[in-house]
């Protein structure tokens, strides 16, 4: 594997690590700001033998996505977030018939239309299903370029590993910010055997994929199949980053784009001395509730979105505190690293 | 003696749920005869539709996927271009092919794909209770047409095969009946093309079949294949379109 | 002379057999299976052509035919 680093952007990056993760289908719907991800997929995919459709809808992408993975191959679609709202659909039937897929959601300003704006208004959304039914997604969100390719490609050892959906949360500015990118790192593995797959029933019974259980009982038992799953999950997949935790006063906590700017902020505090700490949730679901529960610790926390308030729910429950602090602005924008080291000054007087 | 007549292998060996005289039956089977005549069991991969016919793949004796409502087609799509050495076709309903899926219908034929698309037009939602299906005739009494359905406002019977048949895409099209055991032998040949079509490479196929639905159209058995006869193939006429 | 052999179990009743029998040897039965059809019987008396028109429009897959 090549060690030299390339200038990519988030969208591009994404779309080569899944090449290079041996993505074999990939179907998407032009929306901005994730456009220059398709258009590398449509260069790049047929060169390396691999499968593009331009699809005729959102819905189309995602159902199509279900068609690949059915047939055993490693699979992604990729939209911005009203897109993301069509794909529920497929995504929540994807769930349901245990299908590994990848789900990039390089989200921009909502509800509705919105704006192309980058932001983060989709959290809710990603970490509780979005769709219909008892189900879940991991949900990994990068905060540089380098980590755009790395989450991707270990998004589809996950993803064939539990036979799950994994989404990849951006926003507009990390999907089209450029970084130098190094093309290696973690190996996604080789997909593993599929034998749940649709292949032609050569020397084997019929398979079947579906999410459909009428007889009594069977939805019961299919979906404490998908809860003991997600514990696994749970237990064993959760991620972040956390920057001085140890003495920290008042710990910041912010994913993706928002994070690389509280940590600026927090590196300027911390040189005026103050006792600031960062967590980065890199998996947001499952949620890393354990960075919160340290023994002994006495900080407050303050999240920081580009949307009004959405992970302060999963910060309050993971920390056991009642009160939780909130800087954040959505629909176009960013919370600066002025207004974050302002806030925190008047938070630790 | 000779065994003539007997359940293909491609067809497993159990009840359907359909009810009595429902053309489904009839076309589960004609298709699994032709698996087994092709000799393709092996190889060839179903995509259920959502409507009566959702547990399709419990009946056939080979690989198969749900699709969700109107989805059919892009599914298969994904499958048969990953697995061109596969035979992918789809089995779907009115409501499914013609209303909720159209735009998955459509731009499947528009591009070309190397499918085969058995279509069961009964001019009516079978499964939710009897609704008006986007190819109920015009007059035709339904759950939600209850004094019949009107072309203005309700919209008239869609001539999906007609409009497929314009694509350049689309390879054959030939709408057929159950109305006669002569006429389920016809339609055995046109399935039978239509997978030959998909063996040899030659794009997208689709077999519009006239089925009975007895009970919602509130007929005997007999009746209502009289009825596709009599009655609907004034709106849909028989024969090869493309 | 034919053969046709009725899976009465599996009869639905639809009696489109019945319809199509050009010797008109299929009549609907007296006696219900267990599904509580009214299951179709053949006319054990009749000659039967083994045209398998019956087991053409059969849609429960219940008719087989011997010549």
């Not at chain 1, 990056?13 to 700001?33: D, H, K, L, N, S």
């Not at chain 1, 909502?110 to 959290?123: E, H, K, R, T, V």
């Not at chain 1, 997600?230 to 994070?259: H, N, Q, S, W």
């Given at each position: ?21 041996g993505c074999a289908f ?24 691999r499968v ?13 996505v279900y068609g690949a993975s059915a047939a055993g191959f490693r699979a ?18 994807i769930?349901?018939a245990q299908l590994p897929a ?54 589809f050892?996950?993803a064939d590993?539990?036979r ?26 080789k997909p593993l055997p599929k034998r749940w797959a649709l292949t032609g029933c050569k020397?084997r019974?019929p398979n079947v994929v ?140 | ?42 190889r060839?991969i ?17 690989d198969c996927s ?9 599914v298969?799509?994904a499958i048969k271009r990953l697995r061109p050495q596969n035979?992918v ?154 | ?67």
């Amino acid at each position: 594997m090549s060690e030299k680093r390339i200038l990519m952007s988030g969208n591009e990056a994404i779309a080569e690590g899944a090449i290079r993760a041996g993505c074999a289908f990939y179907a998407g719907y032009p929306i901005t700001p994730q456009n220059e991800l398709i258009a590398y997929m449509a260069k790049n995919m047929p060169k390396a033998g691999r499968v593009f459709i331009q699809a005729e809808s959102e819905l189309a992408a995602i159902n199509m996505v279900y068609g690949a993975s059915a047939a055993g191959f490693r699979a992604m679609t990729s939209s911005s977030s009203p897109g993301i709202s069509l794909k529920q659909e497929g995504i929540s039937y994807i769930s349901g018939a245990q299908l590994p897929a990848i789900i990039v959601n390089i989200m921009r300003g909502g509800p509705g239309l919105g704006n192309i704006a980058p932001a983060q208004s989709d959290y809710f959304q990603a970490t509780r299903g979005g769709g219909h039914g008892d189900y879940r997604l991991i949900v990994l969100a990068p905060a540089s370029v380098q980590e755009a390719y790395d989450l991707t490609r270990e998004g589809f050892a996950l993803a064939d590993k539990y036979r799950i959906a994994v989404m990849i949360l951006g926003d507009g500015v990390l999907g089209q910010m450029m970084e130098p990118v190094t093309l290696a790192g973690k190996n996604a593995g080789k997909p593993l055997p599929k034998r749940w797959a649709l292949t032609g029933c050569k020397d084997r019974k019929p398979n079947v994929v579906k999410s459909f259980f009428m007889a009594e009982g069977g939805l019961e038992k299919a979906n404490l199949d998908l809860q003991k799953k997600y514990k696994i999950i749970e237990k064993k997949e959760k991620r972040y980053e956390g920057l001085f935790l140890k003495d920290a006063e008042l710990i910041l906590v912010a994913y993706g784009t928002t994070a690389r700017i509280a940590k600026n902020a927090l590196f300027r505090l911390r040189g005026k001395g103050r006792k600031v700490g960062l967590i980065r949730p890199i998996s947001l679901w499952p949620f890393p509730a354990d960075a919160f529960r340290m023994p002994g610790r006495k900080a407050r926390y303050l999240t920081v979105e580009m949307s009004y308030g959405q992970m302060v729910e999963d910060v309050k429950l993971s920390s056991g505190c009642a009160e939780v602090d909130f800087l954040g602005r959505s629909g176009g924008g960013i919370p600066g690293e002025e207004e974050i080291v302002n806030k925190v000054n008047r938070m630790m007087i | 003696m000779k065994k003539i007549f007997t359940r293909p292998e491609a067809l497993k060996d159990a009840p359907n749920h359909y009810c009595p005289g429902c053309g489904h039956g009839i076309a589960h089977r004609l298709i699994a005869e032709i698996v087994d005549e092709t000799g393709i069991r092996e190889r060839v991969i179903g995509v259920a539709p959502v409507g009566c016919a959702v547990v399709a793949y419990d009946y056939w004796n080979f690989d198969c996927s749900e699709a969700a409502h109107g989805r059919a087609l892009a599914v298969a799509t994904a499958i048969k271009r990953l697995r061109p050495q596969n035979i992918v076709f789809t089995y779907q309903g009115d409501g499914d092919l013609a209303a909720i899926g159209t735009n998955e219908t459509i731009h499947a034929a528009n591009r070309g794909e190397n499918l085969t698309v058995i279509f069961i037009n009964n001019a009516i939602y079978g499964m939710t209770g009897g609704q008006m299906a986007p190819t109920t005739l015009v007059g035709q009494k339904t759950a939600t047409t209850p004094s019949g359905r009107e072309g203005k406002g309700h919209g008239y019977p869609l001539k999906i095969s007609e409009i497929l048949s314009l694509l350049p895409g689309v390879c054959y099209v030939e709408r057929v009946s159950f109305q006669d055991p002569q006429h389920v032998l016809k339609a055995k040949a046109a399935i039978k093309q239509a997978f030959l079509n998909q063996i040899k490479g030659q794009g997208f196929s689709l077999v519009e079949i006239l089925s009975p639905c007895p009970t919602y159209w509130g007929m005997s058995p007999k009746d209502a294949l009289d009825w596709t006869r009599d009655v609907m193939q004034k709106e849909f006429p028989l024969g090869k379109i493309k | 002379m034919a053969k046709v052999i009725i899976n009465r179990e599996r009869c639905k009743g639809c009696f489109l057999c019945v319809s199509v029998c050009p010797k008109r040897l299929i009549k609907k039965g007296s006696k219900l299976n267990k599904r509580g059809s009214n299951f179709v019987e053949i006319d054990p008396a009749g000659v039967c052509v083994g045209c398998a028109r019956c087991a053409i429009i059969c849609p429960d897959c219940c008719i087989e035919v011997y010549k």
